[in-house]
């Protein structure tokens, strides 16, 4: 027994107690030559032999080759166990087995900082260190063949010695100067010979991952790492995917030239990967904050309404109003409920909005605080996007092609914040298509075909007219230079115009001014209000309530997860009729646009009528929230509204005020529905 194999023994007890039946999986596998991963938990070793962990810790690229020779001694032992002590009967050993390492927070908690580092933190003091990454797949190259190990035979003594390819150069093999023979009469021999049919190929693939930075959209582009992905590892994740990648940081070494400073990078050799098959929220909602919620919703139970409009101001606090906008943009991030049909198609759980406006009405303001509020946003362009920078990309690399992840990609299981959606160009507006109402794209570019998640809410905004202000003679879909087909994709269309009112301007200009006063902005000279112009500004009751008991930013999002992970609302009869009424008149109603009646509007009307139930915290879909969704979907129905002249939907431009009395204004607004609703699709049914 040579001395590497009496270090690794001290492997082989642990893992014959704790992995047993993974090899005992592995040795009557079919392959022979197959490579096969063994999961080990860095926190259960420690928890039998600390010491090693520690070692595994500071020296990985030492000890990692001895815990994949303990596996192949350990399947020697299940096999004597057996019985089959000849190896030419039972199951072949299998020769390459490979610790595949995860669980470092757990074992060092106090220094996760240290082995969980973010792709941005890891530098040179990590070379060489055992490290756990988490992020996005964002580039992803062909998966090649690497010649791992090669065997040469020294032309003076015949001496063979096995060679192993260096990583941090690419894969190349490099010979030693001297022959390594061990022999009592030293060989220093320097003429080497290749042995055929001695060489080991593996698989080998190169990722990019990007680190998940939630709410440092305008910090910068966030930065990634290079991951190397060897053995049965490679093409196991696709762009766009969620990984959690353990291995060893190594050096990358650029060309080399004589008299030329070589380049240097940093890469992951990894060691395992786990790919998140569903999206789950970055955000974690912790046991006190969801007793907070459920105390919350206790409180308001006289008054549910009044509840859930102080959590709607809390949404982008620093504009004024606008109640219709901030209703929508909560809807869209908590989103409807996805299912998937027993014939196979998917039914999307997101909204999507799109938000109209003039220029200077908050439009931007909207969309960074959809970026922060968001578990997973993605801020772009129309205007600086095609339809590769939206969906994926193929780029040149080295001898074949990657692919790298557009917006829609990297968004996926969160929001894709589209400013100047109008300005995408013509041709590359059909790319979309699929993306947002399928929840996917497909890719046929350089030989590849993938098909890639893109199951993410789309938070659109463009100026009507070409950058020009609102015309109200003009349809809204003729301003806005989308085709009807696109336009029917979006749930919600909510138009934010500027109205040139007095009373609008004055309301706005004391809610700004009375923000600087809140955060130091400008000096309060005294009570008499003198900092105002010498003129005492007041606000209502309702909005003075909420600005005192307006939820934190951190707060908001974890509402937003909760409710998206507590609950999932069921239609309830009385609501399931009401949206089947209203889908019924605005599909018979006179001068109708075909591309905005179609079955669509009625799945949107379920998603924000689901959207509202969870905002509301409730598990079945309330007449109380189709009548919301009714009301939303026809303020966006641009001038073809069945409702404007009973409920004056969207006659305001979007700028909503928070009503005083909630519960009471509800009441109106259900009983001049249900009685529109209702006696309509009864006169039409009676003269159809």
């Given at each position: 027994m040579g001395s590497a194999e009496r270090e690794a023994e001290v492997f082989v007890p642990w893992l014959l107690q704790a992995h047993a039946q993974e090899l005992t999986q592995i040795l009557h596998a079919p392959d022979p030559d197959g490579h096969y991963g063994v999961p080990i938990s860095l926190a259960e070793l420690a928890a039998t032999n600390h010491g090693a962990a520690e070692l595994l810790l500071k020296a990985p690229r030492q000890v990692l080759p001895l815990l994949d020779l303990a596996l192949v001694l350990a399947q020697d032992r299940l096999r004597e166990r057996a019985g089959h002590r000849d190896p030419e009967h039972g199951p072949p050993t299998k020769p390459w087995v490979h610790a595949r390492l995860h669980g470092l927070a757990l074992h060092q908690d106090v220094l996760a900082r240290e082995v969980c580092p973010p792709a941005g933190g890891v530098a040179a003091p990590h070379i060489d260190r055992l490290v756990t990454l988490v992020g996005t797949v964002t580039k992803a190259g062909p998966v090649k063949a690497l010649e791992a190990r090669r065997v040469y035979e020294c032309g003076r003594c015949h001496h063979r010695f096995v060679v192993q390819a260096d990583i941090e150069l690419g894969g190349t093999v490099v010979?030693?100067?001297?022959?390594?023979?061990?022999?009592?009469?030293?060989?220093?021999?320097?003429?080497?010979?290749?042995?055929e049919g001695g060489s080991l190929f593996t698989n080998w693939q190169e990722v990019r991952v990007q680190e998940q930075s939630q709410g440092s959209v305008a910090a910068g582009a966030p930065r990634s790492l290079t991951v190397l992905l060897q053995d049965e590892l490679a093409d196991q994740a696709q762009v766009g995917d969620d990984v959690e990648v353990t291995g060893v940081v190594i050096r990358q070494f650029g060309p080399m030239f004589p008299g030329v400073r070589c380049q240097v990078g940093l890469a992951l050799q990894a060691t395992s990967l786990t790919v998140a098959n569903e999206r789950k929220a970055a955000v974690e909602v912790t046991p006190e904050a969801a007793a907070l919620f459920g105390q919350y919703w206790q409180a308001h139970g006289s008054c549910p309404l009044r509840g859930r409009n102080k959590i709607i101001a809390s949404v982008c606090p620093e504009l004024h109003g606008l109640f219709t906008v901030k209703l929508a943009t909560l809807l869209m991030l908590i989103g409807g409920v996805e299912r998937q049909e027993p014939g196979g198609a998917h039914i999307r759980g997101e909204v999507h909005m799109l938000l109209v406006g003039d220029p200077g009405t908050g439009k931007s303001q909207f969309q960074k605080y959809v970026a922060k509020l968001a578990p997973r946003a993605v801020v772009t362009s129309g205007r600086a996007?095609?339809?590769?920078?939206?969906?994926?990309?193929?780029?040149?690399?080295?001898?074949?092609?990657?692919?790298?992840?557009?917006?829609?990609?990297?968004a996926d299981g969160g929001v894709c914040c589209i400013d100047e959606f109008d300005g995408i160009p013509e041709k590359d507006r059909a790319a979309i298509h699929e993306a947002m109402e399928q929840q996917s794209t497909h890719v046929a570019k350089a030989g590849m075909m993938v098909s890639l998640h893109t199951r993410c809410a789309v938070f659109a905004t463009c100026n009507p007219g070409r950058n020009q202000r609102y015309n109200p003679r003009v349809p809204l879909a003729s301003q806005l230079n989308i085709s009807g087909p696109l336009l029917s994709r979006f749930d919600v269309v909510i138009l934010l115009l500027d109205q040139m009112s007095p009373e609008w301007d004055e309301t706005v200009a004391d809610h700004i001014l009375q923000t600087h006063h809140r955060r130091g902005g400008s000096k309060q000279a005294d009570g008499s209000g003198a900092a105002s112009g010498g003129r005492q500004r007041h606000q209502p009751a309702e909005a003075a309530e909420v600005d005192s008991q307006g939820w934190p930013l951190a707060l908001l999002r974890q509402y937003v997860a909760w409710a998206k992970a507590a609950f999932t609302p069921v239609l309830s009869e009385e609501a399931e009729q009401l949206m089947a009424g209203y889908y019924q008149l605005r599909r018979q109603a006179e001068g109708r646009q075909a591309s905005s009646t179609t079955v669509r509007m009625l799945e949107s009307l379920v998603r924000v009528a689901q959207a509202h139930a969870r905002l509301m915290a409730r598990g079945e879909v309330l007449l109380q929230d189709a009548v919301v969704a009714v009301w939303l979907i026809d303020a966006c129905s641009d001038g073809h509204s069945v409702l404007g002249d009973v409920v004056g939907a969207g006659s305001n431009g979007g700028h909503q005020p928070f009503p005083d009395d909630p519960d009471a204004e509800y009441a109106r607004l259900e009983q001049a529905v249900t009685t529109a609703v209702l006696s309509q699709r009864e006169w039409n049914l009676l003269t159809y």
């Open positions: 010979l030693p100067p001297v022959c390594p023979s061990e022999s009592a009469k030293p060989c220093r021999g320097t003429s080497f010979r290749h042995v996007s095609s339809a590769v920078g939206l969906t994926a990309a193929a780029v040149h690399d080295g001898a074949g092609w990657a692919l790298e992840a557009g917006a829609l990609v990297l």
